[in-house]
């Protein structure tokens, strides 16, 4: 099984049930996990408090918006 112990990685994703089970799933193989948060101002203010080693993100969230910008 994958070791992810001391990595930090950021969740968007505006499915709470989705979101939630890849937070647990992370988690369960040691990563520290920021999020899920369903919206790029929610990722921006996380990244702005530490930046993550790896970012899990949606392409298209919560109510139309699309994360291109959030990603580049």
């Known amino acids: 099984m994958t070791n ?3 990595q930090r990685i950021l969740v968007v994703e ?4 989705l979101g939630v089970a890849l937070k647990s799933l992370l988690r369960s193989v ?4 920021a999020g899920p948060v369903a919206t790029c101002a929610e ?3 996380l990244i702005a408090e ?3 080693d790896v970012a ?3 392409f298209n969230l919560r109510g139309g918006e699309l ?3 959030l990603i580049d």
Do not use: N, T
């Not at 505006?14 to 049930?17: E, R, V």
């Not at 040691?30 to 996990?33: L, M, P, S, T, Y």
């Open 4 to 6: 992810l112990s001391g």
């Open 14 to 17: 505006d499915s709470w049930h």
């Open 30 to 33: 040691g990563a520290e996990v």
């Open 43 to 45: 990722a921006e203010r």
């Open 50 to 52: 530490q930046v993550p």
């Open 56 to 58: 899990i993100v949606d």
């Open 67 to 69: 994360a291109f910008d």
